[in-house]
């Protein structure tokens, strides 16, 4: 199974992100998604997951309200629709895929590359 995440960018607060995962491989519907990201300085971590048939999802406390994670499987597309985004955003974030649904990083199998965001004026 293959990640590629896009979507990331430079904004200022309190702008709005999109960002996606394009999945290739089989049985990538039979899968959770994560975003975990990782900021300067910090350790990489969960900031969502969702289900394989989206009837769970998880957040990170201090994203709630403004992210929310999404999936398509029909296009094995996967989303995070970020708002109202803080300084405190920025990082590199990364796509994942797995069998537990979980904000721990060490569980998941599959990883992307990454896509930058950075929230700044």
């Known amino acids: 199974l293959t990640l590629v995440e896009s979507g990331g960018d430079l904004v200022q607060p309190g702008g709005s992100l999109r960002l996606s995962c394009v999945a290739t491989g089989l049985g990538a519907w039979g899968f959770n998604i994560g975003w975990f990201r990782q900021s300067p300085g910090k350790e990489r971590e969960g900031v969502a997951c969702i289900s394989s048939d989206s009837s769970r999802t998880r957040y990170l406390e201090d994203v709630k309200g403004r992210f929310t994670i999404a999936r398509d499987n029909r296009k094995n597309i996967y989303y995070l629709h970020m708002r109202d985004l803080k300084p405190e955003d920025t990082g590199i974030y990364y796509c994942?895929?797995?069998?537990?649904?979980?904000?721990?990083?060490?569980?998941?199998?599959?990883w992307g590359q990454g896509t930058q965001v950075a929230v700044s004026s």
């Open positions: 994942a895929a797995g069998n537990t649904l979980t904000l721990d990083e060490r569980v998941w199998n599959y």
